[in-house]
């Protein structure tokens, strides 16, 4: 009895390109934040020198701006002059922004200021990026698209976290990952710019007179 044949388009779903190309931007950003992620609390409280306690607050900081980012984010998406491409763009930017100020930073509020930065970029990241895949897939296939995009995060973060390592163990350049992470930004905000289209359809209301 023969096996039926596997073909390798079989083993990946037929999704939009522009999810595949969000997917691989995803990983690459994550990627970015992975150098960041673990490394950056050793950083400032053993090169720096900032207490841990402080450290703790300025990192806790960008959790207040992100909740707040959330719903300028999901306003902004689902608005005729922003939209989801030009809302995820904003974001990427800023976050780009905000690791380019961690990777100068030099006190208690320098770093304060680069997580509020950070939390802002993430807050209008996390609403537009979601909106963008679910337009671009159709019903029955979200979940393999969520599920293709969330496996490029992990993978990227996972990445990001033992190149990091690497890194600090070779050469101990920790403001060096900070660059890396705002390149990393500004790359996936010039792949969404060239690769991606405004999904964004405004819904039309038809009044009964």
């Not at 030009?86 to 380019?100: D, F, M, P, R, W």
């Not at 920790?174 to 992470?181: G, Q, T, W």
């Given at each position: 009895m023969s096996l039926p044949k596997l073909h390798l388009s079989q083993l990946f779903p037929n999704l939009d390109r522009q999810i595949?190309?969000?997917?691989?931007?995803?990983?690459?950003?994550?990627?970015?934040t992975g150098f960041t992620l673990f490394y950056a609390p050793i950083f400032f409280v053993n090169q720096v020198g900032l207490s841990t306690t402080s450290v703790g607050i300025a990192l806790s900081s960008a959790q207040i701006s992100g909740i707040i980012a959330r719903f300028f984010g999901?306003?902004?998406?689902?608005?005729?002059?922003?939209?989801?491409?030009?809302?995820?763009?904003?974001?990427?930017?800023?976050?780009?922004?905000?690791?380019?100020?961690?990777?100068?930073?030099?006190?208690?509020y320098i770093v304060a200021i680069g997580n509020l930065l950070l939390g802002l970029g993430t807050g209008l990241y996390w609403p537009a990026m979601e909106a963008i895949v679910a337009d671009l897939a159709v019903a029955t296939e979200r979940k393999e698209a969520y599920a293709v995009t969330r496996l490029a995060d992990n993978l990227?973060?996972?990445?990001g976290i033992i190149s990091g390592g690497i890194v600090v163990n070779s050469t101990g350049a920790?403001?060096?990952?900070?660059?890396?992470?705002?390149?990393?930004?500004?790359?996936?905000?010039?792949?969404?710019?060239l690769a991606v289209k405004e999904t964004y359809k405004p819904v039309k209301l038809k009044l009964k007179i």
């Amino acid at each position: 009895m023969s096996l039926p044949k596997l073909h390798l388009s079989q083993l990946f779903p037929n999704l939009d390109r522009q999810i595949l190309i969000l997917a691989m931007g995803r990983l690459l950003s994550q990627t970015g934040t992975g150098f960041t992620l673990f490394y950056a609390p050793i950083f400032f409280v053993n090169q720096v020198g900032l207490s841990t306690t402080s450290v703790g607050i300025a990192l806790s900081s960008a959790q207040i701006s992100g909740i707040i980012a959330r719903f300028f984010g999901g306003s902004f998406s689902d608005s005729q002059f922003f939209g989801r491409r030009i809302t995820l763009l904003l974001s990427l930017i800023i976050s780009a922004l905000a690791s380019i100020v961690m990777a100068i930073a030099n006190n208690f509020y320098i770093v304060a200021i680069g997580n509020l930065l950070l939390g802002l970029g993430t807050g209008l990241y996390w609403p537009a990026m979601e909106a963008i895949v679910a337009d671009l897939a159709v019903a029955t296939e979200r979940k393999e698209a969520y599920a293709v995009t969330r496996l490029a995060d992990n993978l990227g973060l996972q990445l990001g976290i033992i190149s990091g390592g690497i890194v600090v163990n070779s050469t101990g350049a920790y403001r060096a990952l900070f660059i890396v992470d705002s390149i990393s930004f500004f790359i996936f905000a010039g792949v969404i710019y060239l690769a991606v289209k405004e999904t964004y359809k405004p819904v039309k209301l038809k009044l009964k007179i």
